[in-house]
């Protein structure tokens, strides 16, 4: 059974700094890992991306302040997150590509709550 544990997250004033993470569990076949928020009445948004084979992807409103980054041999991702500000308040979710007998499925974590103050 595939598991995304997440850990990190809280409370923090503007222009601080938070960092997430994640570990998968279940398999170690493991294509996409990243990171969507979710703030009330707005669509869920792609922060950032890694991939086996190619450079990160990250949200136009994140780039050069978050860094994602990705550990294979410990089947985790981390978002370090810099000069936080109130919009980026959401709660945070881990996904990852994970192959389970042979079929790509998207799995997702819990959710984490990620709250800058102004």
């Known amino acids: 059974q595939v598991q995304l544990v997440e850990s990190g997250g809280g409370l923090i004033q503007d222009g601080g700094s938070l960092s997430l993470s994640c570990v998968v569990s279940g398999s170690r076949l493991i294509n996409a890992m990243g990171w969507y928020r979710r703030t009330p009445g707005k669509q869920r948004e792609l922060v950032a991306a890694?991939?086996?084979?190619?450079?990160?992807d990250y949200s136009d409103s994140v780039k050069g302040r978050f860094i994602i980054v990705r550990e294979n041999a410990k089947s985790k991702v981390s978002l370090e997150m810099n000069s936080l500000k109130p919009e980026d308040t959401a709660v945070y979710y881990c996904?990852?590509?994970?192959?389970?007998?042979?079929?790509?499925?998207?799995?997702w974590g819990q959710g984490t709550q990620v709250t800058v103050s102004s």
């Open positions: 996904y990852a590509r994970v192959q389970v007998d042979g079929m790509w499925d998207d799995y």
């Open positions: 890694t991939f086996r084979s190619s450079a990160p």
